[in-house]
């Protein structure tokens, strides 16, 4: 059983064999405490086994209760109940969005957990004008938002190739996806946030009002508030997208291509890159979804190379600047050094290319693959090694894509903010590289969690200067290092405004004072 598994099994048993020697509250107690509170929600008691779900699959740590909340005012009495009940208390309080977290990040052991879902409101506003924004709920998805703002011929500028999650989960992560180099992760495209703190106090911040609380929180893991609201800037959306795939057979050109791109003035909307790795048949795989610019080549392409890359890129559109387009896709295209045979492309509306991934998620729910085990690695690889990092992990760690997709794509770091908590590498150009399993028959958790650890070892032996995104550390020694000279900025903010440690136990980054269990188990 490798690290990660382990981890979990000894945390489950030092739990219930009596580990925690602070003081507990029993939980008839702690039912009754809370359930004499003021409440517009409610709180359950009683079968609260999706709380200790996630979409990784890999831990179940039940709360004692789960908050239905019915305005930010019940968010805010429970942790401020949780706040007075004073360092000797272990109990402790996780939001959970759409319960996306991979390793039990919004999962909250004999705690609370709040369902920020419940917190919807008919309150989502959207303000055209000069610089439009919509104001919505922390608990809102994505992909609601989306069909609100549509409804003004707007849209948020910055996507997560996913939109079925919570405003406040990707915000307290980054927010990543094909449209980052351009417009930054989602916390750069934030004009103010309104926050519940670990003591329980409801604070309005923006970049010009309680501007550390701002910062803190995008990014910050939930470890210094929960968001229960969010302003997000819009732009004017467009009507179509023309979806386009080209395969490489050498990294350096598919890297090189890719950078060229991100640094133009006049590029595509959208730039993502895929490893595919030993499989066969991919073009046949793309023409159920799009059409090959030369048919004949494309049915006789083939190649002998284990390893190849996929780049895909969009150009928005509407359908009276068509014309336009072709124009400025072919004149990119032109500069690019693809495989001819491979350029694959289709026109799709802005929403169905947006909400691309949810369709793959109702056909893997058809078939009973969705809710499986997903030991996911994201990580950011600097610019200056990722060639290094590739042709160990491509060519020698990983024999297959291992029942998953692997992204591979480079931002700009200057459209990252560096005042907010999430960690980056240093220089202008870095990659985002996730690792998608399923852990389906041979590619179980323990083969794909010891994959996982074997490109970890490789970068930190081989100083990649690898960050994590989505971080899953286990002792406070991994964390320092993953914070580097931010730790002390970190840990600072946290006992501003989580002295006692009641937010985002999950993460596993701070301990409640009371609390015995070591960070290293």
């Not at 998620?361 to 590739?390: D, Y």
């Amino acid at each position: 059983m490798k690290q990660p598994v382990l981890q979990y099994l000894k945390l489950f048993l030092l739990l219930g064999l009596g580990g925690v020697t602070a003081m507990h509250v029993p939980k008839q107690d702690v039912s009754a405490s809370l359930g004499a509170l003021s409440l517009d929600g409610h709180f359950s008691f009683h079968d609260l086994s999706a709380a200790a779900q996630d979409f990784g699959s890999l831990s179940c740590f039940p709360p004692v209760a789960v908050l239905h909340p019915g305005s930010v005012a019940d968010i805010a009495t429970t942790v401020r109940h949780v706040f007075l009940m004073g360092e000797h208390s272990t109990l402790t309080v996780a939001a959970r969005g759409h319960g996306h977290s991979l390793y039990g990040q919004s999962q909250a052991v004999g705690g609370i957990v709040i369902r920020m879902e419940s917190l919807q409101t008919d309150s989502m506003k959207v303000h055209p004008g000069v610089l439009p924004y919509v104001d919505a709920s922390g608990g809102e998805l994505w992909i609601n938002v989306l069909n609100e703002t549509l409804k003004y011929g707007l849209a948020p500028k910055s996507w997560t190739d996913y939109l079925h999650l919570t405003i406040g989960g990707t915000l307290s992560n980054a927010g990543v996806s094909g449209q980052t180099f351009r417009h930054g992760p989602q916390i750069s495209n934030v004009k103010e946030l309104e926050i519940v703190t670990g003591r329980g106090d409801v604070v309005t911040c923006s970049p010009q009002q309680n501007s550390n609380l701002f910062h803190a929180a995008l990014g910050g893991l939930g470890q210094f508030g929960i968001i229960t609201r969010a302003r997000i800037a819009l732009e004017p959306a467009p009507q179509m997208v023309r979806w386009i795939r080209v395969l490489y057979l050498d990294f350096a050109s598919f890297t090189e291509d890719q950078e060229m791109l991100i640094s133009a003035q006049k590029t595509f909307d959208y730039i993502e890159g895929f490893v595919i790795i030993n499989k066969t048949g991919i073009l046949n795989n793309w023409r159920s979804s799009f059409n090959p610019q030369d048919p004949v080549r494309a049915s006789q392409f083939k190649t002998d190379k284990k390893v190849l890359f996929c780049l895909e890129m969009t150009k928005n559109f509407n359908p009276e600047e068509a014309d336009i387009m072709e124009q400025e896709v072919n004149a990119l295209l032109s500069q690019l050094r693809y495989t001819p045979a491979s350029l694959f492309h289709t026109d799709v509306t802005y929403i169905e290319f947006l909400d691309r991934v949810h369709s793959s998620e109702l056909k893997l729910r058809a078939k009973g693959l969705w809710e499986v085990p997903h030991p996911w690695l994201n990580l950011i690889i600097p610019r200056s090694t990722i060639q290094k990092f590739a042709t160990k992990v491509f060519e020698k760690i990983l024999k297959d894509n291992n029942n998953g997709p692997i992204l591979i794509y480079p931002v700009n770091k200057s459209r990252w903010d560096n005042r907010t908590s999430v960690v980056i590498p240093d220089g202008e150009v870095f990659y985002l590289v996730g690792f998608l399993p399923s852990a389906l028959g041979p590619y179980s958790i323990e083969h794909t969690l010891n994959l996982n650890r074997q490109i970890i070892e490789f970068c930190n032996e081989a100083s990649i200067g690898v960050k994590q995104y989505l971080p899953n550390y286990t002792t406070e020694a991994e964390w320092k290092a993953h914070y580097g000279a931010r730790w002390d900025t970190f840990q600072q903010r946290k006992n501003t405004y989580d002295p006692l440690a009641i937010l985002a136990p999950g993460q596993g980054i701070f301990q409640k004072a009371s609390a015995s269990l070591p960070l290293s188990l």
